[in-house]
């Protein structure tokens, strides 16, 4: 596409998004490489490789779309797949597509700048590479740049340490071990049980507790099989098409259409459901009647005493500060029964804060405990995170640090003013949802733009700056309307000093696709497309 390039696309992310980006833009006959810290494909799926990670939305929902022939071939074993599994998966994929020539693995992007003169991006790597790219697609994710929080004395402890988001890639022995977990996030609450099976002592330090329910995982029958291979096509469309990229059925009536006794079996028929069809395929008016949302909380609060037989322990573990909805809710596999097991404690930072780390443990305003090991499920610098600390510099050397000084601005959640050629599919004002889907949306729609571009005979693609302050605008109005509260990290809450802003697009997928429909039949005027002189 230009002489003075060493690649037409420069991908940095191996993760679902990445790897897509990749083999689309390679598909439309751009030379692409593509950039990886880690040392193999999977980015989230790679990092993330803490015992009893898996996904809460269902494998099959969760995959590509975009080769029928890889569909059929991937016989996903559960309804929802542990790590180990996906990260086959995604091996698989590059593997079946010969990617792997195009992926440089252990390069960690240290700075990218835009070279005006040349519509160009200098990107330099943690191997001391340099490479030169026309459009810089940054598929490096929302939950990518683990989040440890500031407690003094975290490097004085003599034990193992590790992060959820970065767990090491040899096998972390907990048996006969006194473990502590800290968090209790979708995270926590996956490695939680699983530690409770092996160590000698686990104390869970709980700052707040989630709304819990079940992720009613199985594996996928020969029947289920026969059924996703029969039928590719409506499946595609509809996760093509559905609102959060899910299969779930939207329920037909509100809480208040049941009496009592319909409700309580609504709510029982939602409680074995799988994963987020609690969301997606509860009450309609779950999330806008107060009222609806309290009878289900209620229901969730119910089941949790049950489960747990302590009753002080129950109560602790049951949320008071939020509603079902407000923050994202995690799905799982014998979380609140650990609690009953002999070698489980709970500790409620809000009632006892932790004070310090110690050399042997964790003080907290209750007093100290001995520890082998810590885990810290403490989260993610959520949606900008990543792209802030690249070393992005834009038109006159803008820092995207400084041009997001007060949190993001985009177009679509793929591009924003001053950083002409530079994309970043599946980051901030991406939305809420399953994941691929929205974000292979926008892969295909930078590919779309991309081929449009090179057919016109363009190398500089810039987003017209009346279409950013509209996108934005629309995601400020949006924000009262849609489920989560401050309290959610997808307003940064989570990161000290970060700036409070939704990080999410809350017009949802259906505002992203009707907005690509528009930019399409308008001929892309939403950008500004131009030529570089002497390119
Ligand atoms: O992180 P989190 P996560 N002292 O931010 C606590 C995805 N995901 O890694 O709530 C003590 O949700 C914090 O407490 P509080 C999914 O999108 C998906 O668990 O701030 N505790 C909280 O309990 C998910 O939402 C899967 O009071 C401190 C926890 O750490 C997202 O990743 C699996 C603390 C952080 O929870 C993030 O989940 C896993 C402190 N100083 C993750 N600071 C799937 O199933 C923080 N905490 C697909």
Same mark, same amino acid.
């Given at each position: 596409?230009?002489?003075?390039?060493?690649?037409?696309?420069?991908?940095?992310?191996?993760?679902?998004?990445?790897?897509?980006?990749?083999?689309?833009?390679?598909?439309?006959?751009?030379?692409?490489?593509?950039?990886?810290?880690?040392?193999?494909?999977?980015?989230?799926?790679?990092?993330?490789?803490?015992?009893?990670?898996?996904?809460?939305?269902?494998?099959?929902?969760?995959?590509?779309?975009?080769?029928?022939?890889?569909?059929?071939?991937?016989?996903?074993?559960?309804?929802?797949?542990?790590?180990?599994?996906?990260?086959?998966?995604?091996?698989?994929?590059?593997?079946?597509?010969?990617?792997?020539?195009?992926?440089?693995?252990?390069?960690?992007?240290?700075?990218?700048?835009?070279?005006?003169?040349?519509?160009?991006?200098?990107?330099?790597?943690?191997?001391?590479?340099?490479?030169?790219?026309?459009?810089?697609?940054?598929?490096?994710?929302?939950?990518?740049?683990?989040?440890?929080?500031?407690?003094?004395?975290?490097?004085?402890?003599?034990?193992?340490?590790?992060?959820?988001?970065?767990?090491?890639?040899?096998?972390?022995?907990?048996?006969?071990?006194?473990?502590?977990?800290?968090?209790?996030?979708?995270?926590?609450?996956?490695?939680?049980?699983?530690?409770?099976?092996?160590?000698?002592?686990?104390?869970?330090?709980?700052?707040?507790?989630?709304?819990?329910?079940?992720?009613?995982?199985?594996?996928?029958?020969?029947?289920?099989?026969?059924?996703?291979?029969?039928?590719?096509?409506?499946?595609?469309?509809?996760?093509?098409?559905?609102?959060?990229?899910?299969?779930?059925?939207?329920?037909?009536?509100?809480?208040?259409?049941?009496?009592?006794?319909?409700?309580?079996?609504?709510?029982?028929?939602?409680?074995?459901?799988?994963?987020?069809?609690?969301?997606?395929?509860?009450?309609?008016?779950?999330?806008?009647?107060?009222?609806?949302?309290?009878?289900?909380?209620?229901? !969730?609060?119910?089941?949790?005493?049950? %489960? +747990? #037989?302590?009753?002080?322990?129950?109560?602790? @573990? /049951?949320?008071? &500060?939020?509603?079902?909805?407000?923050?994202?809710?995690?799905?799982?596999?014998?979380?609140?029964?650990?609690?009953?097991?002999?070698?489980?404690?709970?500790?409620?930072?809000?009632?006892?804060?932790?004070?310090?780390?110690?050399?042997?443990?964790?003080?907290?305003?209750?007093?100290?405990?001995?520890?082998?090991?810590?885990?810290?499920?403490?989260?993610?610098?959520?949606?900008?995170?990543?792209?802030?600390?690249?070393?992005?510099?834009?038109?006159?050397?803008?820092?995207?640090?400084?041009?997001?000084?007060?949190?993001?601005?985009?177009?679509?959640?793929?591009?924003?003013?001053?950083?002409?050629?530079?994309?970043?599919?599946?980051?901030?004002?991406?939305?809420?949802?399953?994941?691929?889907?929205?974000?292979?949306?926008? !892969?295909?729609?930078?590919?779309?733009? %991309? +081929? #449009?571009?090179?057919?016109?005979?363009?190398? @500089? /693609?810039?987003? &017209?700056?009346?279409?950013?302050?509209?996108?934005?605008?629309?995601?400020?109005?949006?924000?009262?309307?849609?489920?989560?509260?401050?309290?959610?990290?997808?307003?940064?809450?989570?990161?000290?000093?970060?700036?409070?802003?939704?990080?999410?697009?809350?017009?949802?997928?259906?505002?992203?696709?009707?907005?690509?429909?528009?930019?399409?039949?308008?001929?892309?005027?939403?950008?500004?497309?131009?030529?570089?002189?002497?390119?």
């Amino acid at each position: 596409m230009g002489s003075n390039v060493d690649v037409d696309v420069l991908v940095v992310g191996a993760g679902i998004t990445g790897i897509h980006q990749l083999y689309r833009a390679r598909e439309a006959g751009f030379s692409v490489q593509l950039l990886e810290a880690g040392d193999g494909p999977g980015g989230t799926w790679f990092w993330n490789r803490y015992p009893g990670a898996r996904f809460d939305s269902e494998s099959y929902s969760y995959a590509y779309l975009f080769s029928k022939e890889l569909w059929e071939e991937w016989e996903w074993q559960e309804h929802f797949a542990g790590q180990p599994e996906i990260e086959r998966y995604l091996n698989h994929v590059v593997d079946k597509f010969d990617l792997r020539r195009d992926m440089r693995f252990g390069a960690r992007v240290t700075s990218a700048s835009y070279d005006e003169a040349t519509a160009t991006w200098k990107v330099r790597t943690s191997d001391s590479k340099a490479i030169t790219a026309r459009f810089l697609v940054a598929a490096t994710g929302i939950l990518s740049v683990p989040f440890f929080p500031d407690v003094p004395g975290r490097d004085d402890f003599r034990g193992e340490q590790h992060h959820t988001g970065l767990w090491p890639s040899t096998p972390v022995d907990f048996a006969d071990k006194r473990v502590a977990v800290v968090g209790t996030g979708s995270s926590g609450v996956q490695i939680i049980p699983v530690i409770a099976q092996e160590a000698a002592a686990l104390t869970v330090y709980q700052r707040t507790p989630n709304w819990c329910t079940p992720l009613n995982n199985a594996p996928i029958t020969d029947d289920q099989q026969a059924w996703l291979r029969a039928d590719f096509a409506a499946i595609k469309e509809t996760l093509d098409t559905s609102p959060a990229g899910f299969l779930h059925q939207m329920h037909d009536r509100k809480a208040a259409e049941d009496d009592e006794r319909q409700r309580h079996q609504f709510f029982e028929k939602m409680w074995a459901s799988p994963g987020f069809s609690k969301l997606t395929s509860n009450y309609t008016d779950l999330f806008f009647d107060a009222d609806t949302n309290a009878q289900w909380c209620e229901f !969730v609060a119910d089941k949790v005493r049950s %489960l +747990v #037989h302590e009753t002080a322990v129950a109560d602790k @573990l /049951i949320p008071k &500060d939020h509603r079902f909805g407000e923050k994202r809710p995690p799905f799982v596999t014998g979380y609140y029964e650990s609690f009953n097991q002999p070698n489980v404690s709970l500790v409620d930072l809000s009632e006892t804060p932790i004070v310090r780390v110690t050399e042997a443990g964790i003080e907290t305003t209750a007093g100290s405990r001995e520890f082998d090991l810590i885990v810290w499920a403490t989260g993610f610098d959520f949606g900008t995170g990543a792209l802030l600390r690249m070393g992005i510099q834009g038109r006159d050397g803008l820092a995207l640090a400084d041009h997001w000084a007060d949190g993001p601005t985009t177009f679509l959640g793929v591009q924003t003013e001053g950083f002409p050629n530079f994309f970043f599919p599946g980051g901030p004002h991406a939305a809420a949802g399953n994941n691929p889907r929205y974000n292979g949306d926008q !892969v295909d729609f930078i590919t779309d733009l %991309l +081929v #449009h571009a090179r057919d016109h005979g363009y190398d @500089l /693609i810039e987003v &017209d700056p009346a279409a950013e302050q509209a996108w934005v605008a629309m995601i400020e109005r949006n924000v009262a309307r849609q489920s989560f509260t401050e309290k959610s990290y997808y307003f940064g809450t989570n990161v000290p000093g970060k700036p409070r802003r939704f990080l999410l697009n809350s017009g949802g997928r259906p505002k992203l696709h009707k907005e690509i429909a528009k930019i399409k039949s308008n001929d892309y005027k939403a950008f500004r497309l131009s030529t570089v002189q002497g390119s």
